[in-house]
């Protein structure tokens, strides 16, 4: 009866090590995606080049071209994305079958995560007007501004990588900026 309690025993010490070994395993592979992003857009050179291919994609055209920039940074960065995904609700769904998760608080945002906004009436559950990469807060532990990337640049100085405000709606050089809706993280 002794060896059957202490083989029991290691049997469910064995299982549950192979269970957090795989929930560790996990959310490190999670935290290298967003990382790689993170680090892939902080070179200038590559947030030029995402830029120009995501132009190319659109008919060279800049303007309405955020999900083309944001399918580019995940494809440069081994993430299968078709490159006739052009909205971003298309973008959701794929990422959501990839397994990637919403979140709707953006003080749990951490760099490479893509941020979706709200829709053009400030809707939360109307479908984003645009979508791009956070890189970092402006000032850490204030959630109002961060750098991000995206397709904007002619509204930010010719600027990829450039200052937005997150959590409020904006208005830059005329234009009206959503704010946060969620982000998806993997």
Request: charged share 25%; net charge positive; hydrophobic share 35%.
């Amino acid at each position: 009866m002794k060896k059957i309690n202490l083989i029991t025993t290691i049997m469910v010490l064995i299982l549950a090590l192979i269970i957090i070994d795989k929930t560790l395993i996990k959310k490190t592979r999670n935290l290298e995606v967003t990382n790689r992003i993170y680090s892939y857009m902080k070179s200038e050179r590559n947030q030029k080049q995402v830029f120009k291919d995501a132009i190319a994609l659109n008919n060279n055209n800049s303007s309405n071209t955020c999900v083309y920039f944001v399918a580019e940074v995940l494809r440069k960065n081994n993430i299968e994305v078709a490159k006739q995904i052009a909205n971003t609700t298309q973008l959701i769904n794929v990422l959501k079958d990839k397994g990637w998760k919403k979140d709707n608080d953006y003080k749990n945002l951490k760099p490479g995560d893509i941020v979706f906004t709200t829709d053009d009436l400030g809707n939360k559950n109307g479908a984003p007007s645009h979508a791009y990469v956070f890189m970092k807060w402006v000032n850490e532990g204030n959630y109002d501004y961060a750098y991000i990337c995206d397709n904007q640049a002619k509204d930010y100085g010719n600027k990829i990588y450039h200052i937005r405000n997150v959590k409020n709606r904006d208005n830059i050089n005329g234009v009206t900026k959503d704010a946060f809706s969620f982000f998806m993280k993997p």
